[in-house]
């Protein structure tokens, strides 16, 4: 079982109901274009149902399916132990379109996170919200995940305390810390217990080789 010390586990925060509210009105509107005009009005001919299905049911594919990946995301989560980072993201701007993101990364693949801004473009919610994170893992074999795009800041900022603690061989981008100068200070103070705590460790080993 691993050390529960070891780890650390954040989940997603819902930021809003507009954009939840947005998808549910165009799926029903979409729902109801296709009864009126496939149902009650069928097309007569075959070009007509082609025309018909590319303007009703594509749209609605897609609505009803943001809507339900709108309704999961809270299910959204980080958790790092004592060697791997797993995680469950819905992709922001692209959601009903991708699958949802899953994986499990072995730290020492994670060669450099960052931690920037997500654009609001998409996102009718998140415009309250300037300042709204996502994590990027960029992996040393060149891969990148994004992650994170409904978790809270300060909870990324645990996760990112957290990687670098716990694997001294990963780098924090330094734009990362222009974004948000709250944690580079964290980070400093995580730095400077490092190197005191290796300075002592230094003491402690001359000591056994005196004696």
């Given at each position: 079982?691993?050390?529960?010390?070891?780890?650390?586990?954040?989940?997603?925060?819902?930021?809003?109901?507009?954009?939840?509210?947005?998808?549910?009105?165009?799926?029903?509107?979409?729902?109801a274009s296709?009864?009126?005009?496939?149902?009650?009005?069928?097309?007569?001919?075959?070009?007509?149902?082609v025309?018909?299905?590319?303007?009703?049911?594509?749209?609605?594919?897609?609505?009803?399916?943001?809507?339900?990946?709108?309704?999961?995301?809270?299910?959204?989560?980080?958790?790092?132990?004592?060697?791997?980072?797993?995680?469950?993201?819905?992709?922001?701007?692209?959601?009903?379109?991708?699958?949802?993101?899953?994986?499990?990364?072995?730290?020492?693949?994670?060669?450099?996170?960052?931690?920037?801004?997500?654009?609001?473009?998409?996102?009718?919610?998140?415009?309250?919200?300037?300042?709204?994170?996502?994590?990027?893992?960029?992996l040393?074999?060149?891969?990148?995940?994004?992650?994170?795009?409904?978790?809270?800041?300060?909870?990324?900022?645990?996760?990112?305390?957290?990687?670098?603690?716990?694997?001294?061989?990963?780098?924090?981008?330094?734009?990362?810390?222009?974004?948000?100068?709250?944690?580079?200070?964290?980070?400093?103070?995580?730095?400077?217990?490092?190197?005191?705590?290796?300075?002592?460790?230094?003491?402690?080993?001359?000591?056994?080789?005196?004696?």
């Amino acid at each position: 079982m691993e050390n529960k010390k070891k780890e650390l586990f954040v989940k997603a925060n819902r930021y809003g109901w507009k954009d939840f509210v947005i998808n549910v009105c165009f799926s029903l509107i979409m729902i109801a274009s296709y009864i009126v005009i496939v149902v009650l009005t069928p097309p007569s001919t075959i070009s007509d149902w082609v025309l018909a299905s590319v303007v009703i049911l594509v749209p609605l594919v897609v609505f009803v399916n943001r809507t339900l990946k709108e309704i999961s995301y809270t299910r959204d989560y980080i958790k790092i132990t004592n060697r791997t980072i797993e995680f469950r993201s819905t992709p922001l701007l692209t959601t009903g379109l991708f699958k949802i993101k899953r994986g499990t990364i072995n730290l020492i693949e994670i060669r450099k996170i960052a931690i920037a801004k997500i654009p609001r473009k998409l996102s009718v919610d998140l415009f309250r919200y300037k300042k709204k994170a996502i994590m990027a893992l960029l992996l040393r074999s060149g891969q990148q995940y994004f992650i994170g795009e409904y978790i809270s800041n300060e909870d990324l900022f645990k996760v990112a305390e957290k990687l670098y603690i716990t694997a001294s061989k990963i780098k924090i981008a330094p734009e990362t810390f222009k974004q948000y100068p709250e944690l580079e200070d964290k980070i400093k103070k995580i730095k400077s217990k490092k190197i005191k705590k290796k300075m002592n460790n230094d003491d402690l080993k001359g000591v056994n080789i005196r004696r």
